[in-house]
C-alpha cells in the first residue's frame, strides 16, 4: 500500500563534492541543513549574517560579502539596552557598541574570504515579506523587538525578488565565476502572516528561483518545501507548534539532499565520517579496560588512514580525542 506521493527530486548534474567550500545562507531551515553538513566535516560557513528570510536581505547580505563591506558605528543603533544592526541577526546585538562592530566585521571578513573561493551558495528562502522603516524606507532584516508602529510590512512582487537575485548572482559571478547556487524554499510555515498569506508568500519566492534557474546555468532548485509540504503531508512531521518541522522531517530532506545533491564518492566518503563521528561522541562506562583501549587504537588508526587519503578532511579533534584517551 503507497501511503505518500512518489517523487524523486532531480540529482545536480554537478553535485557537491567533499572538498567543495559551501557557504550557506537564508532562513533557520538553512542552518539545519549547515549543520547536517558541518557535523559530517564538510568545509562550510552559514549565515554570516545570521538568520535572515526574505530574498532582499539575503542578496544584499551576499554582495556585502563579496564587496567585503566594513560596517561602521554609524549602521548600529541602540535598542532594548542593546546595540544591534537593521541588517543582522539579533545574535550580533550586545551591550558593548565597539564589540557588536567589531563581532559584525570579523563575520563580514570572514565571510568575503570564503565567498571568492566558494565552490557553492546555498541560499534557503523563507519569506516574500519585507519590513521597511517608515521614518526613512530603509529595508530591514531583524525588527529586533522594537515596536511595531516603526515599520511597514510590505509582500514583495514577484519582479522585485527575481532583480535582487539577479544583481547578487551577477555580482557573485563577476568575482567567482565557478560558483554554482543552489536554492531551496524553507518548509517552516510563517503563521503571523497568516495562513493565505504565508502561501502567496511562498508561491512567489517558488516562482522567482525558477524564474533564476532558467536565466542562469549554474542556479539551481532543490524542492525541500515540496518535501516537507507535498510529500510528507502530515502534522506529526511539524513540532508542537505546528510551524517548524521536526527532527524526522528534516532527516527525510537532508537524506534526498546527500542523494541528489551530493556526488558517488562523497556520499560513501561521508558513510565513513559518519562512522567515525559517531565513535567520537561515544561514552564508556569502563575507560581502563582493554575493549576500550582498543576502541580507541581502532579508531585512531581509522581517522589516520582517512586523513592520510582525503587531506582535505578535518578529523583533528576526533584523532586526539582517540590518540589521548
Same mark, same amino acid.
Given at each position: &500500500?503507497?501511503?505518500? %506521493?512518489?517523487? !524523486?527530486?532531480?540529482?545536480?548534474?554537478?553535485?557537491?563534492?567533499?572538498?567543495?567550500?559551501? %557557504?550557506?545562507?537564508?532562513s533557520?531551515?538553512?542552518?539545519?541543513?549547515?549543520?547536517?553538513?558541518?557535523?559530517?566535516?564538510?568545509?562550510?560557513?552559514?549565515?554570516?549574517?545570521?538568520?535572515?528570510?526574505?530574498?532582499?536581505?539575503?542578496?544584499q547580505?551576499?554582495?556585502?560579502?563579496?564587496?567585503?563591506?566594513?560596517?561602521?558605528?554609524?549602521?548600529?543603533?541602540?535598542?532594548? !539596552?542593546?546595540?544591534?544592526?537593521?541588517?543582522?541577526?539579533?545574535?550580533?546585538?550586545?551591550?558593548?557598541?565597539?564589540?557588536?562592530?567589531?563581532?559584525?566585521?570579523?563575520?563580514?571578513?570572514?565571510?568575503?574570504?570564503?565567498?571568492?573561493? *566558494?565552490?557553492?551558495?546555498?541560499?534557503?528562502?523563507?519569506?516574500?515579506?519585507?519590513?521597511?522603516?517608515?521614518?526613512?524606507?530603509?529595508?530591514?532584516?531583524?525588527?529586533?523587538r522594537?515596536?511595531?508602529?516603526?515599520?511597514?510590512?510590505r509582500?514583495?512582487?514577484?519582479?522585485?525578488?527575481?532583480?535582487?537575485?539577479?544583481e &547578487?548572482?551577477?555580482?557573485?559571478? *563577476?568575482?567567482?565565476?565557478?560558483?554554482?547556487?543552489?536554492?531551496?524554499?524553507?518548509?517552516?510555515?510563517?503563521?503571523?502572516?497568516?495562513?493565505?498569506?504565508?502561501?502567496?508568500s511562498?508561491?512567489?519566492?517558488? /516562482?522567482? #528561483?525558477? !524564474?533564476?534557474?532558467?536565466?542562469?546555468?549554474?542556479?539551481?532548485?532543490?524542492?525541500?518545501?515540496?518535501? #516537507?509540504?507535498?510529500v510528507?503531508?502530515?502534522?506529526?512531521?511539524?513540532?508542537?507548534?505546528?510551524?517548524?518541522?521536526?527532527?524526522?522531517?528534516?532527516?527525510?530532506?537532508?537524506?534526498?539532499?546527500?542523494?541528489?545533491?551530493?556526488?558517488? *564518492?562523497?556520499? /560513501?566518503?561521508?558513510?565513513?565520517?559518519?562512522?567515525?563521528?559517531?565513535?567520537?561522541?561515544?561514552?564508556?562506562?569502563?575507560?581502563d579496560?582493554?575493549?576500550?583501549?582498543?576502541?580507541?587504537?581502532?579508531?585512531?588508526?581509522?581517522?589516520?588512514?582517512?586523513?592520510?587519503?582525503?587531506?582535505?578532511?578535518d578529523?583533528?579533534?576526533?584523532?586526539?580525542?582517540?590518540?589521548?584517551?
Amino acid at each position: &500500500m503507497q501511503l505518500t %506521493l512518489n517523487f !524523486e527530486p532531480e540529482s545536480l548534474k554537478s553535485p557537491i563534492r567533499y572538498q567543495d567550500k559551501i %557557504l550557506l545562507s537564508g532562513s533557520c531551515f538553512t542552518e539545519h541543513i549547515a549543520d547536517r553538513l558541518h557535523a559530517h566535516k564538510f568545509n562550510v560557513l552559514s549565515n554570516p549574517h545570521g538568520i535572515l528570510f526574505n530574498p532582499i536581505s539575503v542578496a544584499q547580505s551576499i554582495v556585502s560579502y563579496v564587496d567585503n563591506f566594513r560596517y561602521t558605528e554609524n549602521d548600529l543603533f541602540a535598542l532594548n !539596552e542593546l546595540w544591534n544592526s537593521w541588517d543582522h541577526h539579533t545574535r550580533f546585538s550586545g551591550i558593548d557598541k565597539k564589540d557588536t562592530l567589531d563581532k559584525i566585521n570579523e563575520s563580514q571578513e570572514a565571510a568575503h574570504r570564503f565567498i571568492v573561493h *566558494a565552490d557553492w551558495v546555498v541560499i534557503t528562502l523563507g519569506s516574500a515579506f519585507q519590513y521597511y522603516l517608515r521614518d526613512t524606507g530603509r529595508p530591514v532584516s531583524n525588527n529586533h523587538r522594537a515596536p511595531a508602529q516603526w515599520f511597514e510590512k510590505r509582500l514583495l512582487p514577484i519582479d522585485v525578488i527575481t532583480r535582487a537575485l539577479q544583481e &547578487m548572482i551577477d555580482k557573485l559571478q *563577476a568575482a567567482n565565476p565557478f560558483v554554482q547556487v543552489l536554492f531551496t524554499i524553507s518548509p517552516v510555515r510563517h503563521i503571523r502572516d497568516g495562513v493565505v498569506d504565508n502561501n502567496r508568500s511562498k508561491a512567489r519566492l517558488i /516562482e522567482a #528561483v525558477h !524564474e533564476i534557474g532558467a536565466q542562469y546555468p549554474k542556479a539551481h532548485y532543490f524542492p525541500a518545501y515540496e518535501l #516537507v509540504i507535498d510529500v510528507l503531508r502530515d502534522y506529526r512531521f511539524y513540532d508542537i507548534d505546528f510551524v517548524h518541522p521536526n527532527f524526522l522531517a528534516t532527516s527525510v530532506v537532508w537524506e534526498h539532499f546527500r542523494h541528489c545533491c551530493l556526488d558517488t *564518492a562523497a556520499q /560513501e566518503l561521508l558513510k565513513q565520517v559518519q562512522d567515525i563521528v559517531i565513535a567520537r561522541s561515544h561514552r564508556t562506562r569502563f575507560p581502563d579496560t582493554n575493549a576500550h583501549r582498543d576502541f580507541l587504537g581502532r579508531y585512531a588508526a581509522k581517522v589516520s588512514a582517512l586523513t592520510e587519503k582525503y587531506p582535505f578532511l578535518d578529523l583533528a579533534d576526533e584523532l586526539s580525542y582517540f590518540s589521548t584517551q
